[in-house]
């Protein structure tokens, strides 16, 4: 069974960071992409970040560019998301997504959410 558990959320004040985490099982992730999206209340699930299965790319939603770094660790079939500068609109669940396909920005797995709520 493949699971995708992030960590990692909390609360944070404005200009705060956070490092979440989301560690795979079940089967390997080290050959496809990985990613990050989020859900703020009331609103869409949205994009954050991805990147390719070699780390060699990363691509961000331009409202997160030069705030938020995502890696990852292929030994360790996890995935990260440095956030720094905070802002309040980047409260969101934030969903880990396994088995990424690029081209449409569609995961195969979604891990459960991880709370992030960052006050001003």
């Known amino acids: 069974q493949v699971q995708a558990v992030e960590s990692g959320g909390g609360l944070v004040q404005a200009g705060g960071s956070l490092r979440l985490s989301c560690a795979a099982s079940?089967?390997?992730?080290?050959?496809?992409?990985m990613g990050w999206f989020r859900q703020a209340p009331g609103k869409e699930r949205e994009f954050v970040a991805a990147i390719s299965w070699s780390g060699g790319s990363t691509f961000y939603a331009d409202s997160v560019k030069g705030r938020f770094t995502i890696s990852r660790d292929n030994a360790k079939n996890t995935v990260y998301l440095q956030m720094n500068s905070l802002k309040p609109e980047d409260t969101a669940v934030y969903y880990c997504?396994?088995?990424?396909?690029?081209?449409?920005?569609?995961?195969?797995?979604w891990g459960q959410g991880t709370q992030v709520t960052v006050s001003s």
């Open positions: 997504a396994a088995d990424l396909h690029i081209a449409t920005m569609k995961p195969d797995y």
């Open positions: 079940g089967r390997t992730f080290s050959s496809s992409a």
